[in-house]
């Protein structure tokens, strides 16, 4: 094992370069400025995306394309890259990428960031661009067969959907045999045990090993980008996160909206409200590992087994917490713009003692299943140098969360673009370099305690907070309209990674465009460079490792 | 048991009866057939729809069935009811004589080999259908026949899933057999022959004595190294967690059950089971001392069924508490690590056998 750190953020701090000398790095390619909230804008020609791609990448240092925005505007399709560091997420910088209105077509920015196949896959899915150069541009949410992209503005939502059955590609056709090779087709999915939800996997077998694998996703796909876009601000999009990562790590997806509309509208959030959604964040994180770890024993030890139960059982406790705390076990609404919905429960004394025994309990919980999964030596020869994602590749695929940091890559929201309480508070953020399906879960099991950690200053900074000072909510006007054409992207340490909302406002009380960046989504991605030449077993288990929700892959 | 060795079951029928003639021996073999075949199959009722419940819940902290009847008992004829009222669904394309035979010829196959099982006394009767010379032979060949049913159920569901589950079968029973079947062999080089009750009756000699208790010499205390490779064999051979490698929930479905629904779902899984507890049998009587316990020799069917419900309760440990090996680690460790240790163990012992003697 290599001493030396695969990213060491404190050696030499990344010089930022500003808006002007990046200007004047991208030379001829900028057409104008346009700039967001949140980051410098440079508006390029269509058929410029992977040159300035690269510039920004290979020059300036911006190694991790968050996310791709697609949008129709009355007079022109726009794509935008949203384009950040590993090493320091607050450098941010827009690509923004007009493209005609009859004819939307625009360069692809697959061949810099690997990550942009399935993010201009959806962007031509939902909102009509189509992208030159990308290897495989199909529709990818929705069935190959819909007719028209919903989120661009001419869309006749009244248009049936009707296909006729040829039209229809059967995945269970009768013959996949051929003559030159003796490989097997197999589904994995959509219904099969362990692919976590509605998720198919085209898989080609030669024997048990794998020689291509293709992720088929869209089955839980419900609009909810489309659905935020027609709620107010104010109060009615903030249930929709709750039904992403649905997996209990509610409150996590809340605070990416909160984070994104407070930033827009330029609320303050109090300090006392700040501290209580820390806890609770946590907790949801705490949650959602724990079903992350029962699954993934699930996936590795076959059938019901003590470490799930085990995990499911440390999971209700902290569910019942939640519960105090939201008056909700799953959907739990709890945060509003500027704030939390309501104080801690009282007696706030009973809250705080039966959150200390749970954090009391833990230590003792995990070093069980230290004992009963990590330290077990079958568990080792089967998760252990399985399913790798070396850092490059796993930056390149644009992973994020524990997914990555256990390829080693120290990269973590809540510490590098803090929010919340969290820079506040001592803890730390965890890396492990085995880039493999032992670390990613090692990863998870150390980030309970350090969310315990959390949890437990939080815990003693409540009950010490003046009873005059704990003021829940900042002064939200009752209609939020935030100014005309601003946009923002901002994203949060969600359980799986980054979680990030990107909003454009139109003076309205609606958002004219709500773009969600999954963290799952560009997980998932990489399934196929941990799975190829590996054995089934083993696809089964870095799946598992990557711990994703389809509710947040399809969204 | 240094009498003469007590009087097989179906002529203790004869005798008590005083059924006459071929026929007579026919009529007493076929009751004595259906009276074990009962036994062992009760056990499997117990065990599937109940025990296997119980046992689980309890190592992972639930209740498990509780509701119908005492500890849930009643599960048990509510389970049979509900799965033979299912309907059966026949998937397009399957093979048709061989995906219907899969199911018959797996239990048949673990319940033949319980033909030459001594279970025991009970009371005046001992639970042993017949003492062939080639005994240990014998119940190995019908165990092994259990492949050829996992393979025709792989084959003929026209499922790929089920197709890898068969090949899996049978990968792992190669595997696993060769070291199960010589390992055992060294209990034969110790006891000088292949008849069970022989096999049984060298075990009972003393051993060793502590404290004025005699300590038999089963050939677990002889040879705890052949006990520890002949346990891990037999969880291999019987597909148990951790080598459940042709089922492999979460990888390949259910494996080779994969299509089968309602009876002949049933079967397989009685055959899985019945295969449990002959696995169990085997170990009780090559390694435990049959159903040697103390206590007079009339109850000792009850060790018998101790030892093999222990064998069971181990299997549902492991199913617990530990993770499958990949289908390649298993040929790997069947291949170039139980052969090589189990052919060791058999040298070694005829070493020291021979030297002793």
Redesign the interface.
Known sequence: MSLEPLDSPDADVIPERTPEELEALLGDLVLARDDHLNAPGFVIRPDTVQETLSILKEQAGYDHLSLVTAQEYENRYESIYHLKKFDDPTQEVSVVVPADKDQPVSESGEAVFRTADWHEREAYDLVGIEYDDHPDLRRILLPQTWQGHPLSLDYDMNQPQIAALPAHVNPIQDHHRDDESDTMFLNIGPHHPATHGVLHLKTVLDGEQVVDIESDIGYLHRCEEQMAQSGTYRHQIMPYPDRWDYISAGLLNEWAYARAAEDLADIEVPEYAQVIRTMGAEMCRIAAHMLALATFALDVNGDFTATFMYAINDRERVQNLLEDLTGQRLMFNYFRLGGVVWDLPEPREEFFSKTRDFLDQLPGNIEEYHNLVTSNEIFQMRTIDTGILPPEVAKNYGATGPVLRGSGVDYDLRRDDPYGYYDELDWDVITEDGCDNYSRLLVRMQEVEESAKIIGQCVDLLEDWPEDERTIQANVPRTLRPDDDNEIYRAVEAAKGELGIYIRSDGTDKPARFKIRSPCFSNLQTLPEMANGEYIPDVIAALGSLDIVLGEVDR | MADAPAQLFPEFIVDTFGLPGVLGEVVAALIAAFVVGNIVLAFTGVAGPWAKRKI?AA????IAVSRIGPFGLLIIPAAAVQLLAKELIVPEGVDRPTWDLAPIILPASALLGFAVIPMGQLGPVNLHLADPEVGLALVFAFASIASVSLVMAGYGSNN??SM?GGLRAVAQNLAYEIPLIVTAMSVVIFAGTLEMSGIVAAQSETLFSVGGFDIPAWYALVNPFAFVLFLTANMAEIGR??F?IPE??????AGYQTEYSSSYFVLFYLGEFVHIFLGGAILAVTFLGGAAGPGPESISFLWFVVKIWGFFLFTQWC???????????LIEIGWKGMLVLSFANLVLTAVIVGGIA
């Not at chain 2, 199913?319 to 680690?329: E, F, G, H, M, N």
């Open positions: 689980t190592f992972t902290d639930r790929k899933y890898l967690n951790p459940d492999a929930p979460t990888e390949i479905v199913r617990s508490a530990l993770p499958r090996v990949r289908i390649d680690q």
